[in-house]
């Protein structure tokens, strides 16, 4: 059981990650709370079911187009409708929260309400630790912790990471020292989206697809950016994996967990917030936001 412990908290903690990240990102920028970030991540997972099902796509072609038509998706929502009223966060929430509304009627009208699945992309299983894991889940890691490494090197290393930076703790400063501010934003709801894009094509085959997946991982992607300190990526990393083993562990310990994972997270937030009442790394998002 410890095995599956670890396994289970390390997949799901590598899709929250994912999600929190990206939804860190644009409010650390822009100071937008993205409600639909995580309806990207549903148009994801049935980007990968109906180009590998229905469309008979090999793994690779599913997953540059998936990325790409969701990641261009992410960016007309923010050039078209949020942008407009970026200012303003109630006019923002409730854009963005009709947008994932409309994005998962649009689903249910082509798909249904059927539970739906994408192909493995891999085969087989190994053996770890005398407990035999699906490549698949080894492969989903695999992917999710090489896109972590990626975002936070181009958040430390290069001029795209330093402008988002720059924008994040002071957009006007940012502005005087010749940063194109507008399109440093543009690029980073480009960024978000894509990581719920990879979010979705890592649980594809691993989680059912239907309509109102995004709901659960965007209440949970809420608790971790609370926890985490708002704003701060390092925080939303770190808050990732914390949220997803008190899931893993009331999941497998505690009888009937799967009704109670919810509770039991948002206990863990609230018990974390009394200790640190701005979040684990509060301080930092108030000194050096990102």
């Known amino acids: 059981m410890l095995e599956q412990i670890i396994i289970t908290t390390l997949i799901i903690g590598g899709v929250y990650a994912l999600l929190s990240a990206g939804f860190s990102l644009i409010f650390g920028s822009a100071r937008i709370i993205n409600m639909a970030h995580s309806a990207f991540f549903m148009l994801a997972a049935y980007g990968m079911f109906y180009s590998m099902r229905e469309s008979g796509l090999a793994a690779i072609p599913s997953i540059i187009l998936t990325v790409t038509t969701v990641t261009i998706a992410g960016i007309l929502v923010y050039r078209f409708l949020i942008n407009r009223?970026?200012?303003?966060?109630?006019?923002?929430?409730?854009?963005?929260?009709?947008?994932?509304?409309?994005?998962?009627?649009?689903?249910?009208?082509?798909?249904?309400?059927?539970?739906?699945?994408?192909?493995?992309?891999?085969?087989g299983s190994t053996e770890i630790l005398g407990v035999g894991v699906l490549n698949q889940l080894l492969l989903s890691l695999g992917i999710a912790g090489v896109v972590i490494i990626i975002v936070w090197l181009v958040l430390t290393k290069t001029k795209l990471g330093i402008a988002i930076r720059a924008t994040a703790q002071d957009a006007e400063m940012a502005n005087l020292m010749g940063i194109n501010v507008p399109r440093t934003l543009f690029m980073t709801m480009g960024l978000a989206t894509a990581l719920a894009a990879v979010a979705g094509i890592v649980v594809a085959p691993l989680w059912p697809i239907h309509p109102y997946m995004w709901t659960t991982p965007l209440v949970m992607v809420m608790v971790i950016v609370v926890l985490g300190g708002l704003g701060s990526v390092k925080g939303s990393l770190i808050g990732a994996f914390i949220i997803a083993l008190v899931e893993?562990?009331?999941?497998?310990?505690?009888?009937?967990?799967?009704?109670?994972?919810?509770?039991?997270?948002?206990?863990?937030?609230?018990i974390v917030l009394v200790v640190k009442p701005a979040g684990l790394y509060g301080k930092v998002f108030e000194e050096e936001r990102l």
């Open 85 to 123: 009223v970026r200012q303003h966060m109630v006019a923002v929430l409730l854009i963005t929260i009709a947008t994932a509304l409309v994005l998962q009627e649009i689903m249910v009208s082509r798909f249904g309400f059927h539970f739906r699945s994408a192909p493995y992309l891999i085969r």
């Open 248 to 270: 893993s562990l009331v999941v497998f310990l505690v009888p009937g967990g799967s009704y109670l994972r919810l509770a039991f997270v948002l206990m863990a937030m609230v």
